[in-house]
C-alpha cells in the first residue's frame, strides 16, 4: 500500500493545485475553461503523439479485446433494462484525464502504452455502440455532431498520427521534435490542475436523481473494474502489468465527454452530471483500492 500511496499522492498535490486556485479565488474559473481548450486540443494530442511513435501500440488487438469485451456486455445490458444513456454514463470513462497519470505513476512507461491502446479505440466504440441503440429513438442535430465530432477529435488524432509515424518509421528531426517532447513533458501537469479547478468547480448534485445516480456511480467505478479484471485475469490471463492497467482504466470516474449524448432526456441529463461529479470525487479512494485489490490478487 506505501507504494500505491508514493505514487498517487504526487498526482493528488498537484490536482490539488486547482483546487486551491479556485477556492482561494487566485485564478478566475474562465482562465481554466480557456487554458482547458489549449491543453485538451494541443498539449494533450502532442503528448500522445510523442509516445505513440516512441514507443508504438504493442497487442493492440489483445488490449481491446480484453478491455471492451467485459464493458460492451454491461453496456447492453444497462442499455437494455435501463437506457443507452445511462449505459454511456456508467461505462465511459475520464481515461485521458485520470487514467493515463495514475498509470503512468503505478506502471510506468509499459501501463502507458497499453492505456494508450484503450484510449485510441474508447470514444469511437463505446459513442458508436450509444447509436446502435440511438436508432429507436430521435437523434438530435447535437448528438450527430458529437458523432462526426469523435472523428476529428485531437486526442484520436493524435494517437493515429503518431501510430503512422511508428509505423512507417518516419523521422522527425531533432530540432522540431525536442519542442514537441516539452509540450508533451508540460500535458499531465496541466491536465491534472484542470482536473483540480474542475472538481473545485462542481454544483451540488440533484436530489431527484440521487438514487439512479449512486447506481451509476456504483456500477462506473465497482462493477467495471471487477467485469474487467475478471475478464482479463481468467479469460485472457493477462500479464500484471497488463492487468493492472485495464483495471485502472476500467476504475476510473465518468469522462465529461458523455453531456451531448445524454441531453435528450432531462433526466438521464441530471444524472450523467452527477455521476461525473460524484465519480470522480470518490475516484480518490476505489482507485488506490482497485490497485492494492489487483495487486494482492494477482
Request: with cysteine; charged share 10%.
Amino acid at each position: 500500500m506505501t507504494v500505491i500511496l508514493n505514487a498517487i499522492i504526487p498526482v493528488a498535490l498537484v490536482v490539488l493545485i486547482g483546487v486551491v486556485l479556485i477556492k482561494w479565488r487566485l485564478v478566475r474559473t474562465e482562465f481554466f475553461e480557456d487554458l482547458s481548450k489549449v491543453v485538451f486540443k494541443a498539449f494533450v494530442p502532442v503528448f500522445l503523439f510523442v509516445n505513440v511513435y516512441e514507443t508504438g501500440l504493442e497487442d493492440i488487438g489483445t488490449t481491446l479485446f480484453a478491455y471492451f469485451t467485459p464493458v460492451l456486455i454491461v453496456f447492453v445490458i444497462l442499455a437494455l433494462t435501463m437506457s443507452h444513456r445511462v449505459a454511456l454514463t456508467s461505462t465511459f470513462s475520464n481515461n485521458v484525464l485520470v487514467g493515463i497519470p495514475v498509470i503512468l505513476s503505478v506502471t510506468g512507461q509499459k501501463g502507458l502504452v497499453i492505456s494508450l491502446a484503450v484510449i485510441s479505440g474508447h470514444s469511437l466504440i463505446l459513442f458508436s455502440t450509444f447509436f446502435l441503440f440511438s436508432t429507436r429513438v430521435n437523434v438530435t442535430p447535437l448528438k450527430f455532431k458529437a458523432a462526426l465530432a469523435i472523428f476529428s477529435n485531437p486526442v484520436i488524432l493524435g494517437v493515429v498520427l503518431g501510430l503512422l509515424f511508428n509505423l512507417f518509421e518516419i523521422p522527425i528531426p531533432q530540432q522540431l521534435f525536442t519542442p514537441l517532447e516539452m509540450v508533451s513533458d508540460a500535458a499531465l501537469p496541466l491536465a491534472l490542475i484542470i482536473l483540480g479547478s474542475s472538481l473545485a468547480s462542481l454544483g451540488t448534485l440533484s436530489r431527484s436523481v440521487i438514487t439512479k445516480t449512486a447506481l451509476a456511480t456504483s456500477i462506473k467505478l465497482l462493477l467495471i473494474p471487477v467485469v474487467v479484471f475478471s475478464f482479463g485475469y481468467w479469460v485472457m490471463g493477462l500479464s500484471e502489468t497488463h492487468l493492472l492497467s485495464l483495471t485502472i482504466l476500467a476504475a476510473c470516474p465518468t469522462g465529461i465527454s458523455v453531456m451531448p449524448f445524454v441531453e435528450a432526456v432531462e433526466t438521464d441529463r441530471k444524472i450523467a452530471h452527477n455521476t461525473i461529479a460524484l465519480s470522480t470525487l470518490l475516484s480518490v479512494i476505489t482507485i488506490p483500492i482497485t490497485i492494492w485489490l489487483v495487486q494482492t490478487l494477482h
